[in-house]
């Protein structure tokens, strides 16, 4: 009777588990390019710009660089739009540091910097640039290049809003719909939506739509609808999915749980609600109405609701599958701090779905979602150093990031740390330490490790050989879906165990 041992699996695979908007925007005003202008227009545009910068003319350098970034003129170039931005932000141009911030935000032309494209939005507010002082807001918000702190992501936000800045108008109502360094107020958080909608930004009448929806912050309801038309002809999309499920939609009890729950109010739960209607738990399956809400969550900056339109569209729940989407949302849930929106965009840049692939950006992503407490962050990161994968490989990181998932119950983490022990990898080999970890996995739900327990029992490590007890971890492995696992409990079934 020959036992069969589960493999060591290396990665998870992206899976649902229980705003949006605009991210670090460029304030460069791009021109919208004519069909009719003629290649030597262009190229005697670009000439001009040219001669302005080497002029020393700093908003020269500027729409230079913005044609380098946009490929405007020119064929696209980052590099190039790096040294244009550097060279109008030396020469005092606050929207040239700002967009060079963008760059080292983004990672276009440069490696991304976070610390320095906090120095650059510095800079740039400290100039009176509305954007830049957005940009450093959302800097503070998310810790971002810097210490979070929600009370200077307001001043900054305050500021770039009394320069009339619609989505910096937006973010401080939606401080006020948390209350984040803030008491709660939807009265101040619908006068600052107001600002944000009248400013021609889609977010602010969004915003609107979901107070008024509520019932918060207003005596009345029946301009919702209005604000959802209004934000979805500014090319609010998910605005446009919402107004149509309201005003479409013959289900009254979907269209009442729609109006009804409000990010921030955690009984109310958008993206509980739309996790519920993908499990089809407590009402019937609808991969459409979790969508809705979770793009209501999202777009009122709840991670929760961005990382579960992300894997809406990873699986093609609902929709038709788009890993560029799914990167999209992602990577929107990782900037509001959700691990698990942080540790799916480690998997996508991990496997290059959506993206190329790159162990070095999905080592990057797997730390942010380790370090907001996501033990499935951890277990990947521990594994990128176990095989050596955008990293020197080195078994005492991994052991270490194995261990952390662990202590946050990730069922993997404690199986791979308990493969260490068993096999003695980059520590001393320990039957009873790994028997200890594989019971630990095993009792989450983790059938490779009742599979290996079965082993230990059926072979005498680190416990008396015991037949009977083997078969019944190998039972457990099966019934948790394990094909080695049902092939070891069939052998000992025929060898009359």
């Given at each position: 009777m020959k036992f069969t041992k589960s493999a060591l699996p290396l990665f998870l695979a992206?899976?649902?588990?229980?705003?949006?908007?605009?991210?670090?925007?460029?304030?460069?005003?791009?021109?919208?390019?004519n069909d009719t202008v003629t290649n030597n227009e262009e190229a005697a545009n670009i000439a001009r710009l040219v001669q302005a910068c080497d002029s020393n003319d700093a908003k020269g350098c500027l729409d230079l660089g913005g044609a380098y970034r946009d490929g405007e003129g020119v064929k696209q170039d980052y590099n190039q739009a790096i040294y244009y931005f550097e060279k109008s932000c030396n020469l005092d141009e606050k929207v040239g540091c700002n967009d060079l911030g963008v760059s080292y935000e983004r990672g276009q032309g440069v490696r991304q910097d976070f610390s320095r494209a906090y120095a650059y939005y510095e800079k740039a507010c400290n100039s009176?640039?509305?954007?830049?002082?957005?940009?450093?807001?959302m800097s503070y918000?998310?810790?971002?290049?810097?210490?979070?702190?929600?009370?200077?992501?307001?001043?900054?936000?305050?500021?770039a809003c009394n320069m009339n800045n619609g989505v910096g108008?937006?973010?401080?109502?939606?401080?006020?719909?948390?209350?984040?360094?803030?008491?709660?107020?939807?009265?101040?958080?619908?006068?600052?939506?107001?600002?944000?909608?009248?400013?021609?930004?889609?977010?602010?009448?969004?915003?609107?739509?979901?107070?008024?929806f509520a019932g918060k912050g207003s005596k009345h309801n029946i301009t919702a609808e209005d604000y959802y038309e209004r934000a979805c002809r500014g090319t609010h999309y998910p605005a446009?999915?919402?107004?149509?499920?309201?005003?479409?939609?013959?289900?009254?009890?979907?269209?009442?749980?729609?109006?009804?729950?409000?990010?921030?109010?955690?009984?109310?739960?958008?993206s509980s609600l739309?996790?519920?209607?993908?499990?089809?738990?407590?009402?019937?399956?609808?991969?459409?109405?979790?969508?809705?809400?979770?793009?209501?969550?999202?777009?009122?900056?709840?991670?929760?609701?961005?990382?579960?339109?992300?894997?809406l569209y990873n699986n093609g729940q609902g929709v038709k599958q788009d890993y560029t989407l799914s990167e999209k949302y992602a990577k929107m849930a990782c900037r509001l701090l959700n691990g698990l929106g942080c540790f799916n965009l480690g998997i996508l840049y991990n496997y290059g779905r959506g993206v190329s692939q790159d162990f070095s950006k999905a080592k990057i992503y797997y730390e942010k979602a380790c370090s907001l407490h996501n033990g499935h962050g951890c277990t990947n990161l521990g594994s990128l150093y176990d095989n050596g994968q955008g990293v020197r490989r080195d078994f005492s990181q991994a052991k270490y990031y194995y261990e952390n998932a662990c202590k946050l119950k990730n069922s993997l983490g404690c199986f791979d740390l308990g493969v260490m022990y068993d096999e003695g990898k980059g520590v001393k080999r320990d039957f009873n330490q790994a028997k200890h970890l594989y019971e630990k996995a095993c009792k989450l739900n983790y059938a490779g490790a009742c599979n290996n327990l079965g082993i230990f029992y059926a072979r005498g490590n680190?416990?008396?050989?015991?037949?009977?007890?083997?078969?019944?971890?190998?039972?457990?492995?099966?019934?948790?879906?394990?094909?080695?696992?049902?092939?070891?409990?069939?052998?000992?079934?025929?060898?009359?165990?």
């Open positions: 992206l899976g649902a588990l229980a705003g949006c908007s605009i991210i670090f925007p460029s304030s460069h005003n791009d021109t919208v390019k009176n640039n509305d954007y830049g002082c957005l940009n450093l807001g918000r998310i810790g971002q290049g810097t210490k979070q702190d929600f009370g200077l992501a307001k001043t900054y936000y305050e500021k108008c937006f973010r401080l109502g939606i401080l006020y719909t948390h209350g984040l360094s803030v008491k709660k107020d939807y009265n101040r958080a619908k006068t600052y939506f107001e600002k944000s909608c009248d400013l021609k930004d889609p977010n602010g009448c969004f915003g609107l739509g979901a107070l008024f446009c999915d919402i107004y149509k499920e309201l005003t479409e939609s013959n289900d009254r009890v979907f269209v009442q749980q729609l109006k009804t729950c409000v990010t921030g109010d955690t009984k109310n739960s958008c739309g996790i519920a209607y993908v499990s089809g738990i407590g009402v019937t399956q609808d991969y459409g109405k979790a969508k809705a809400l979770f793009i209501k969550d999202c777009s009122m900056h709840n991670g929760t609701g961005c990382t579960e339109l992300g894997v680190g416990v008396r050989q015991n037949i009977p007890t083997a078969k019944s971890y190998f039972k457990k492995s099966c019934d948790l879906g394990s094909q080695e696992g049902c092939n070891n409990y069939r052998l000992a079934r025929q060898n009359g165990y």
